[in-house]
């Protein structure tokens, strides 16, 4: 089945910085991309995904790059403000399936 | 996206009880919802796929008997969590997708559930 790992688990980053964070995903059949960012207390809220037949999605100060090769993503979040401080988590299906299957999360930080 | 509840959004029970937490998807029919729990500071671990009206797909390692999930109808599903023990104090989130929303998957506010 489907193994997504994430990196690194937590991430500290002055105000204005750039973040990136990085998923690796074991089922070369996956499709699709999603990054989740969860609040303290709150629900995950999808901020952006990627299909695989582009290699880079941009909205605004936050992007998206695939390398279906390497069966890598990494989120890009250039301009950090302090409201980016969330977890965030990636996520990809296996295939042929409905379900996703989340990374361990990474908790980012940013600091004024 | 998709706009999802969840009722109740915390609840307290003694050991021994059961406790049915409710998902409701407003405003679409959702063929396919999704349950998840999240212990703090972890991530979301899949429990089951909630199908309307056909059995839910357990992920290994969850007990079909002890948390049941109902799914009558396009816009509800239910988790009963059955004999509920300190252990399975959580957060309890649901989410609506999957492929008939080419793979996006919408959250609920979650439930927190406190076994005493």
């Known amino acids: 089945g489907e193994n997504v790992e994430q990196h690194p688990s937590t991430l500290s980053v002055q105000e204005g910085d750039s973040a990136v964070i990085k998923c690796t995903y074991s089922d070369s059949a996956s499709n699709y991309f999603p990054w989740y960012k969860q609040e303290l207390g709150k629900r995950p809220q999808l901020i952006i995904d990627i299909r695989s037949n582009v290699g880079e999605k941009k909205d605004q100060r936050i992007a998206v790059t695939l390398n279906k090769t390497a069966k890598h993503f990494s989120l890009h979040i250039t301009e950090t403000q302090p409201e980016d401080s969330a977890v965030y988590f990636c996520?990809?299906?296996?295939?042929?399936?409905?379900?996703?299957?989340f990374g361990t999360g990474t908790r980012l930080q940013v600091f004024p | 996206g998709a706009v999802v509840s969840q009722h109740p959004s915390w609840v307290i029970c003694k050991s021994g009880t059961s406790v049915k937490i409710e998902c409701r998807s407003l405003?679409?029919?959702?063929?396919?919802m999704f349950w998840y729990r999240q212990f703090p500071k972890q991530s979301l671990m899949l429990m089951a796929t909630s199908n309307e009206g056909s059995k839910a797909t357990y992920e290994q390692g969850v007990e079909k008997d002890k948390f049941l999930i109902n799914h009558a109808s396009l816009t509800l599903s239910t988790l009963t969590v059955t004999s509920a023990h300190p252990e399975d104090s959580s957060f309890y989130i649901c989410s609506v997708g999957g492929r008939e929303w080419s793979y996006e998957q919408y959250f609920g506010p979650g439930t927190r559930l406190t076994v005493t």
């Open positions: 405003d679409f029919q959702a063929t396919t």
């Open positions: 996520a990809a299906p296996p295939y042929n399936t409905d379900k996703l299957i």
